[in-house]
């Protein structure tokens, strides 16, 4: 069964010099009536908007960055206001937060029934993002203020699980060990000199209070408790240093069925933040992703020797 459209939100058209030509003709080919569209500025790469004529519509406001338009008339009971939003792509935090201050202002201009869709360029969940560059947790805390802030709700969704993903197996990391497995599998050299391979996971940092350029600290005494690391890392709560384990999932599923042992030392040292060098301990600055010795790296040396140990008896 077909469905009437009667209108679409369109992002990232591209740059083009004849960009209400090329507009014309994208709204001739697909049927509409009317386009509206917002040349590309920058990394916005611009905004379209089509609709027929069964489709009473008013632009109220534009940018390189949002469309908002009311449907209908007053009176009438399908009035309502739509906003197509495309969140600034720039890392830089300050960006991010300009387009959350427009969200919020488009907000306060209606009170009636409203819709916002698009790219926003920001996630709820770290699970959410696989491949790429992590996103901090304040970012995705800064996303969910404006979210809540704005009054708007997600209406769910039936597709993949991830909201963002970069292609390949856990984006750039799965391509570089999918790349040293099939390597070590079809006879490189490193083959030759051992006959056991292991992979260590990855060290965990102990940021608290932002990260390291963000005015992030790590000013423990003592080990942490169970509850303490969870927050500071747990997936499913966005912990602060919730990248180590992310990037974990990623190497168990590149490593599996590989000829690697894998070395966990990541949930151990997750208790440990009093082993960082910081002001705490008489440093001039905290350096919360490495760790003093001797310390809990001997640790980790000793459990590798352990292994090696087991499989040695077992030859």
Same mark, same amino acid.
């Given at each position: 069964?077909?469905?009437?459209?009667?209108?679409?939100?369109?992002?990232?058209?591209?740059?083009?010099?004849?960009?209400?030509?090329? #507009? @014309?003709? =994208?709204?001739?080919? $697909?049927? *509409?009536?009317? /386009?509206? &569209?917002?040349?590309?500025?920058?990394?916005?790469?611009?905004?379209?908007?089509?609709?027929?004529?069964?489709?009473?519509?008013?632009?109220?406001?534009?940018?390189?960055?949002?469309?908002?338009?009311?449907?209908?008339?007053?009176?009438?009971?399908?009035?309502?206001?739509?906003?197509?939003?495309?969140?600034?792509?720039?890392?830089?935090?300050?960006?991010?937060?300009?387009?959350?201050?427009?969200?919020?202002?488009?907000?306060?201009?209606?009170?009636?029934?409203?819709?916002?869709?698009?790219?926003?360029?920001?996630?709820?969940?770290?699970?959410?993002?696989?491949?790429?560059? #992590? @996103?901090? =947790?304040?970012?995705? $805390?800064? *996303?969910?203020? /404006?979210? &809540?802030?704005?009054?708007?709700?997600?209406?769910?969704?039936?597709?993949?699980?991830?909201?963002?993903?970069?292609?390949?197996?856990?984006?750039?990391?799965?391509?570089?060990?999918?790349?040293?497995?099939?390597?070590?599998?079809?006879?490189?050299?490193?083959?030759?000199?051992?006959?056991?391979?292991?992979?260590?996971?990855?060290?965990?940092?102990?940021?608290?209070?932002?990260?390291?350029?963000?005015?992030?600290?790590?000013?423990?005494?003592?080990?942490?408790?169970?509850?303490?690391?969870?927050?500071?890392?747990?997936?499913?709560?966005?912990?602060?240093?919730?990248?180590?384990?992310?990037?974990?999932?990623?190497?168990?599923?590149?490593?599996?069925?590989?000829?690697?042992?894998?070395?966990?030392?990541?949930?151990?040292?997750?208790?440990?933040?009093?082993?960082?060098?910081?002001?705490?301990?008489?440093?001039?600055?905290?350096?919360?992703?490495?760790?003093?010795?001797?310390?809990?790296?001997?640790?980790?040396?000793?459990?590798?020797?352990?292994?090696?140990?087991?499989?040695?008896?077992?030859?």
């Amino acid at each position: 069964m077909w469905k009437v459209v009667s209108m679409v939100f369109g992002m990232k058209n591209g740059r083009h010099r004849h960009g209400s030509f090329r #507009l @014309r003709n =994208i709204r001739v080919q $697909l049927g *509409f009536n009317y /386009a509206f &569209g917002v040349t590309s500025c920058g990394r916005s790469r611009g905004l379209s908007l089509l609709w027929n004529d069964d489709t009473t519509l008013r632009i109220l406001s534009s940018s390189s960055h949002h469309i908002n338009e009311e449907v209908g008339g007053i009176g009438d009971a399908k009035h309502w206001r739509f906003t197509g939003f495309y969140g600034h792509p720039h890392p830089v935090t300050k960006h991010r937060h300009e387009t959350w201050d427009l969200l919020r202002t488009l907000a306060s201009r209606s009170s009636i029934p409203r819709v916002c869709r698009g790219g926003f360029n920001g996630i709820f969940l770290s699970v959410e993002k696989e491949g790429g560059n #992590l @996103r901090h =947790i304040h970012q995705i $805390l800064s *996303f969910h203020e /404006a979210v &809540g802030g704005c009054n708007l709700m997600g209406l769910g969704f039936r597709a993949e699980n991830f909201t963002w993903i970069t292609p390949g197996c856990g984006g750039i990391l799965g391509r570089v060990m999918e790349g040293l497995i099939s390597y070590l599998r079809n006879g490189g050299c490193i083959m030759i000199l051992v006959q056991s391979n292991f992979f260590r996971t990855q060290s965990p940092r102990h940021f608290e209070g932002g990260d390291w350029d963000q005015g992030g600290s790590c000013n423990r005494l003592n080990p942490l408790l169970v509850e303490q690391v969870e927050d500071l890392f747990s997936v499913k709560n966005n912990g602060t240093n919730v990248e180590a384990r992310l990037v974990n999932q990623h190497l168990y599923k590149s490593l599996k069925g590989s000829s690697f042992q894998i070395l966990n030392i990541t949930h151990m040292s997750e208790f440990r933040a009093d082993t960082h060098p910081s002001t705490a301990s008489g440093k001039k600055h905290d350096d919360c992703m490495h760790g003093c010795l001797p310390g809990l790296t001997d640790t980790w040396n000793g459990l590798y020797i352990k292994q090696l140990n087991v499989i040695k008896s077992r030859n």
